[in-house]
Structures are given as structure tokens and as C-alpha cells.
């Protein structure tokens, strides 16, 4: 049974650094692009970053030089670095594999598995 299962949130202040992971089971984190969202009350879901199975990572503009999307095969995980955070990335935070194997994220619609996310606050 695939199952993705995130860690690292918690409560920071601002311009603190945060490392979220998420650890894949029951399928082979290999072969598949995977995606951090995130979604704060009142909001809808935005995709924040997706990491190619080559490892190449996409941001949204608004974290763009602040987060690093990395991959770790070997451990099945998924990492989001995120620095210099601001009270505005408030949210929870979710990672997402899509539906079908391949090398290149998805658009958001594609995305079929999600773990039941971590909540990052940013608040002095």
C-alpha cells in the first residue's frame, strides 16, 4: 500500500530555517516527480515545489531562493529546506506523488497520493 508520511513542521519565528521530509513505503520513490503543497486557512491548495525523478525542482515565485527541493532515493524521502520563512508560509503542508510513473512533474490535477500533511508556523 503506498503511503507518503510528512515530518519537520513546527512553530518558528521569522526568518527561521525549517527541513520538512516525507517518507514514501509501498512503492519505489524512483521512478516518480513528487510535490510539496501547502494550504492555510481560507486558501486553496497551491503547489510550492515538485522535484523531477532526474532531480530537478520547480518553485512557485514566492518562495523561489528561499526553499530547496531535494530527493534521497537510497531512503525513499523527500526533502523541503525551507529559509528565511515569513509568516505567510503558514500553512500545512502536504507532499503528493501522481498517479503514473514518469520523469517530469505533473500539473497539479495529476497528482493522485497524499500524506495527511505537517503544519509549518511562522509567528514571533
Known amino acids: 500500500q503506498l503511503q507518503l508520511v510528512e515530518s519537520g513542521g513546527g512553530l518558528v519565528q521569522p526568518g527561521g530555517s525549517l527541513r520538512l521530509s516525507c517518507a514514501a513505503s509501498g512503492f519505489i520513490l524512483d521512478y516518480y516527480a513528487i510535490g510539496w503543497f501547502r494550504q492555510a486557512p481560507g486558501k486553496e491548495r497551491e503547489e510550492v515545489s515538485c522535484?523531477?525523478?532526474?532531480?530537478?525542482?520547480t518553485y512557485v515565485d514566492s518562495v523561489k531562493g528561499r526553499f530547496t527541493i531535494s530527493r534521497d532515493n537510497a531512503k525513499n524521502t523527500v526533502y523541503l529546506q525551507m529559509n528565511s520563512l515569513k509568516p505567510e508560509d503558514t500553512a500545512n503542508y502536504y507532499c503528493?506523488?501522481?498517479?503514473?510513473?514518469?520523469?517530469?512533474?505533473?500539473?497539479?490535477?495529476?497528482?493522485?497520493?497524499w500524506g495527511q500533511g505537517t503544519q509549518v508556523t511562522v509567528s514571533s
Open positions: 503528493a506523488v501522481p498517479g503514473a510513473q514518469g520523469s517530469t512533474c505533473p500539473p497539479p490535477w495529476e497528482y493522485d497520493y
Open positions: 522535484i523531477s525523478s532526474s532531480g530537478s525542482g
